[in-house]
């Protein structure tokens, strides 16, 4: 089977967790093998022999300096994209507003079996059977926290999604849910397939060497990742951090991890951040293996977000062993189950005495670690790519 993927997510400023999930699919997809048995595979071990040939990925991208696309895929380790005549901009005009600009008309010679839009980017379907993941439906939950432009574009990409496509994926059952209540895309043409996560263990070094590029020396700290934007609501965890540091003094700092986003988030958390001073670090977006030496290194992982799709920050501090707090949503529970513990949304004095609780209780915090790493193990990018394999069979 070819599959055809949109992968001008990993273009992007800040490609997120879309721009992950394209990846590890692209990268996943090619090492499943011919059998049917949706429960065979060698890609849930790294040292077994792979009988590939299940799918071959054929990627493709918007117009862009052929050495830039090259060294992003180099970089997110995979092989060379088509690139399309279009820039972005125009080419997600073209798709969600008009329906044209066809990719499948620039791509390689001989036959593709299905195409995967892995966002609410949502091109033209013409003959070819069309899959489209709609991450969740916050645009249209939450508009205020998103500006004009994003929201547009949402609004018309999940419009072409009920339009045109055969079938739609959602990252859980909780998003599925939340898509069909708050868009016209039926519950029963919405697939929820989880997401997997990196298991690979940070490094003593790795650890050690985010710990002194950010000056943190042996001092503890609590950690959280994500893109500064208002749902994620990071303010409520400055805050809540600021009262318990006024309260109790503990050693830790906090440290912020991610890019700026939109509608002043970055601004917004810096603000609040001042009164503390060299307590709360913000590193902006880190690549992979510092990604995991800070999770590793945290005491403890806080993810207050008013709203998630999926929450994949919490499996990756999982996966490493760290503590998570997280706010209790319903999507959260469905990824984290009794291995986090959950904090009242948007609750300041909650959040206060939960981190207080947690930093000065080793043993919780070791039981909620152990219990975390057994549960990110449930979710890998083979299972995730078999389930989205099936998704194809089924519309071909």
């Known amino acids: 089977m070819r599959v055809a993927l949109n992968l001008e997510q990993l273009l992007q400023p800040t490609p997120g967790g879309i721009g992950r999930y394209a990846a590890e699919l692209a990268r996943v997809l090619p090492t499943l093998p011919a059998s049917d048995d949706p429960g065979a595979g060698a890609a849930d071990d790294p040292g077994a022999a792979v009988d590939a040939g299940a799918v071959e990925v054929v990627p493709f991208v918007a117009r862009h300096p052929g050495p830039v696309v090259d060294a992003t895929m180099r970089a997110a380790g995979l092989g060379p994209a088509t690139v399309l005549p279009w820039p972005r901009p125009l080419l997600y005009e073209l798709w969600n507003r008009w329906g044209r600009a066809d990719p499948l008309r620039r791509l390689p010679a001989g036959a593709v079996d299905v195409v995967h839009a892995p966002s ?32 547009r574009f949402h609004e018309q990409g999940v419009r072409a ?26 519950r029963d043409r919405i ?21 002194a590029d950010l000056g ?36 830790h700092r906090l440290v912020l991890v991610g890019p700026s986003g939109w509608l002043d988030g970055a601004g ?6 001042a009164t503390l001073g060299d307590r709360v670090r913000f ?20 993810l207050p977000s008013r709203h998630e799709g999926f929450g994949l920050p919490v499996l ?10 997280a706010s209790d949503l319903p999507v959260l529970r469905e990824i984290a189950g ?10 300041v004095e909650a959040w206060t005495h939960a981190l207080g609780d947690l930093l000065r209780d080793d043993a919780a915090r070791a039981a909620l670690g152990a219990a975390g790493r057994a549960r990110a193990a449930e979710f890998t990018w083979a299972r995730s790519a078999r389930a989205h394999l099936a998704v194809y069979r089924s519309v071909c």
Do not use: N, S
Not at 126 to 145: E, K, N, Q
Not at 288 to 298: E, I, K, M, T, V
Not at 316 to 325: H, I, M, P, R, S
């Open 316 to 325: 990756e501090a999982a996966a490493q062993g760290t503590a998570v707090l």
């Open 191 to 211: 697939v929820p397939i989880h997401h997997g996560v990196d298991h690979t263990p940070a490094t003593d070094a790795e650890v050690a060497a985010a710990r």
């Open 283 to 302: 590193t902006g977006a880190v690549p992979a293996d510092r990604l995991r030496a800070l999770y590793g290194g945290a005491d403890c992982f806080a």
């Open 216 to 251: 943190l020396g042996d001092r503890p700290y609590v950690c959280w990742v994500g893109t500064l934007e208002p749902r994620k609501d990071v303010g409520v965890l400055i805050d809540a951090f600021a009262r318990l540091v006024d309260r109790d003094d503990p050693p």
């Open 161 to 186: 999604a009920a339009a045109r496509a055969d079938a739609v994926v959602a990252p859980t059952a909780v998003a599925a849910d939340e898509v069909a209540e708050f868009t016209a895309i039926p």
């Open 120 to 151: 609410v980017a949502v091109p033209p379907r013409r003959r070819t059977p069309l899959v489209v993941t709609v991450h969740d439906a916050a645009p249209m939950r939450f508009p205020d926290t998103y500006p004009p432009r994003g929201r």
């Open 338 to 347: 009794t291995a986090a513990r959950f904090v009242p949304v948007g609750d």
């Open 268 to 273: 917004a958390a810096v603000t609040r951040a």
